[in-house]
């Protein structure tokens, strides 16, 4: 490999989110093909795989809803900040259950003898013209293929060969895959089947994310309104008086250009680093300070106060801020020092 990388161990909590994600998909897929077979049993082996494609791509589809829904809910609570911590397990096994889903629509093709079919489906060029009796099939692969690039991606060795930049806008075509995906849904099932309740389940699950992701960019623009920095003289912001900062965490104020930065207490130790984990861009002022360094509460990458470094072998740094007790209240400068500079101050 190319880019060094640390891998993330897995802990009792991921073991246990990873147990119950799975248990979840394993239920959702019983529970729908028991009530779809009861309701109308199916006769021969194409109507068993018929339903078996409907379930698999009915859980896909709502597992990709739910992954786009976390973001946002966990901007607009800290109870969902679990969720987003190990959203990439939940992007995985999406693709592994979108998989199947594809494998069980050639599976019908096959057990029918129609394969000749399917590729004249994905292949009749005037159908890409139309809108009605587009390519469902050809939408479904673009969307699964999106899928598996980003799964493919997943490992945080290519999140440091990439770089985490390019990595985030790589991993941002979720949205298209979902575009995509909308359409599949859009164009074939409601074709098929016109019943009331799958527009409505595919319209409120796209207005569910659409409301969801409006919501928290109101609350981040609250959030800045709310609060709008002092500037003092030397242009230094005020933070508060250091018992206003938790002991081990963070209090998070905004410089005048948008930047986040996490001024931490502990004891009477009082450091300013960058919100930003060198990592993933994890949000480094929502973690807490334990065994003496900065904890980021995505993957527990650790950090020294004093100087933002990663303690050894490590070699990670994050930019720091002077700061300083004045009239009884800490303020920070809000020009970064260059990464791994010692500028913690001791009261």
Request: aromatic share 10%.
């Amino acid at each position: 490999m190319s880019a060094g990388f640390s891998a993330v161990q897995w802990n009792r909590r991921k073991i246990l989110y990873d147990a119950i994600l799975i248990a979840g998909v394993v239920v959702f897929i019983a529970t729908f093909m028991t009530v779809g077979a009861l309701r109308n049993p199916p006769a021969d082996q194409p109507a068993w795989i018929n339903l078996r494609i409907k379930a698999f791509g009915t859980c896909a589809f709502t597992m990709l809803t739910v992954i786009l829904m976390i973001g946002p809910l966990a901007r607009l609570s800290p109870r969902f900040l679990p969720l987003l911590y190990n959203r990439r397990h939940f992007g995985v096994l999406t693709f592994f259950v979108a998989l199947l889903h594809a494998l069980s629509v050639v599976d019908w093709f096959s057990v029918q003898g129609a394969m000749g079919d399917l590729v004249t489906e994905m292949t009749a060029s005037p159908n890409y013209a139309k809108f009605i009796g587009f390519p469902i099939k050809a939408l479904g692969l673009t969307g699964l293929s999106i899928l598996f690039l980003l799964a493919a991606t997943s490992h945080d060795f290519w999140l440091a060969f990439l770089t985490p930049r390019v990595w985030k806008a790589l991993h941002m075509t979720l949205y298209v895959a979902y575009g995509v995906l909308v359409m599949h849904v859009a164009l074939g099932a409601m074709q098929e089947d016109q019943r009331i309740h799958i527009p409505i389940l595919l319209g409120g699950s796209f207005a569910m994310v659409t409301a969801l992701h409006l919501a928290a960019a109101w609350r981040e623009r609250q959030w800045k309104a709310d609060r709008a920095v002092l500037l003092y003289p030397e242009n230094w912001i005020a933070v508060g008086p250091p018992d206003s900062i938790p002991d081990q965490r963070a209090r998070i104020v905004a410089a005048p250009n948008g930047e986040r930065i996490a001024v931490f207490r502990d004891g009477n130790q009082i450091g300013a680093l960058t919100n930003v984990c060198a990592h993933q861009n994890g949000p480094i002022g929502e973690g807490r300070i334990i065994d003496g360094c900065v904890t980021c509460p995505w993957h527990g990458y650790e950090y020294r106060l004093e100087d933002g470094r990663a303690p050894p072998p490590f070699t990670e740094k994050l930019a720091t801020y002077r700061v300083r007790l004045r009239d009884g209240v800490i303020e920070v400068d809000p020009n970064a020092l260059p990464a791994g500079t010692k500028a913690a101050i001791i009261l």
